[in-house]
């Protein structure tokens, strides 16, 4: 992979979660070559090509999705699943929409394959606060290992003493 590719991807990683103003961009990217050139020990090559960026480059970007807007784009932008909502749950296995990857728990996946939360991921496809991410059956039997291992149990008399405590205290 050449420099100037190296350079792009670099550029087009941050750029993509990062707001960088349209001024900065050239000497953000020279910089950035600059660094890589340095580094692989070559000379710097096609700086002619770095140092004119068309602004109809830096438009056709993406915008960032903020906090405000992420509701609404995912609402326009509606993702076509892989297969029925139903279909993705079953009691072994979930199944991811966007994919169709099949585990036993997605919570993982959906973060490092899609890039998005478990929010963005349940507002992406328009399914409820409580759709699962993870397979019944395994769910189950990870709740029945934590109460016969007796984990949070010491959580909750915790609890129950900090209670009476209190009670006592303000009688």
Known sequence: MSLIEQ????????VVGNQINFEDLPNFIKGIHLTLCEISGKEQNEPDRLATISPDLVTQTTPIATEENFSTELINNKPTPFLSIQEAVTPDLVTCLH???SGKTLKRHIIEAHNQTEREYRLAFGVEADFPLVAPNYSQRRRELAIKNRLGEK????????????SSASA
């Not at 350079?7 to 941050?14: D, K």
């Not at 959580?155 to 209190?166: E, F, H, N, P, S």
């Open 7 to 14: 350079t792009t991807r670099i550029v087009e990683s941050f």
């Open 99 to 101: 994919c169709g990857k």
């Open 155 to 166: 959580l909750q008399t915790g609890k129950k003493t900090r209670r009476t405590k209190k």
